[in-house]
Nanobody
Framework: QVQFVESGGGLVQPGGSLRLSCAPS????????IAWYRQAPGKQRESVAR???????YYEDSVKDRFTISRDFAKNTVFLQMNGLQPEDTAVYYC??????????WGQGTPVTVSS
């Protein structure tokens, strides 16, 4: 079963930036799409950005123009560049395949806290 490992989260002030990394245990070539998800306290996990094998990217409205998803085939890694972070972006961020992420593939996630 594929596993995903996320890293790069942390504490940042409003307006700041972070770059998250996602390393799947299988080649990113194998996936129709890989997405970044987030789960804020008390809320359901939601997809915020995804990148298809063909290179098309999609963003949830609240992060559009602030977040950018990209990949490095040589490093087998998917990134999420997050700029202009706001307190409402505070969440644990995960990556997984899209759509229908296997329940057993979720990693520990990487926490992002936006606070002054």
């Amino acid at each position: 079963q594929v596993q995903f490992v996320e890293s790069g989260g942390g504490l940042v002030q409003p307006g700041g930036s972070l770059r998250l990394s996602c390393a799947p245990s299988e080649s990113i070539f194998k996936f129709y799409a890989i997405a970044w998800y987030r789960q804020a306290p008390g809320k359901q996990r939601e997809s915020v950005a995804r990148l298809t094998s063909g290179g098309s990217d999609y963003y949830e409205d609240s992060v559009k123009d602030r977040f950018t998803i990209s990949r490095d085939f040589a490093k087998n890694t998917v990134f999420l560049q997050m700029n202009g972070l706001q307190p409402e972006d505070t969440a644990v961020y995960y990556c997984n395949s899209f759509p229908s992420p296997p329940p057993t593939s979720w990693g520990q996630g990487t926490p992002v806290t936006v606070s002054s």
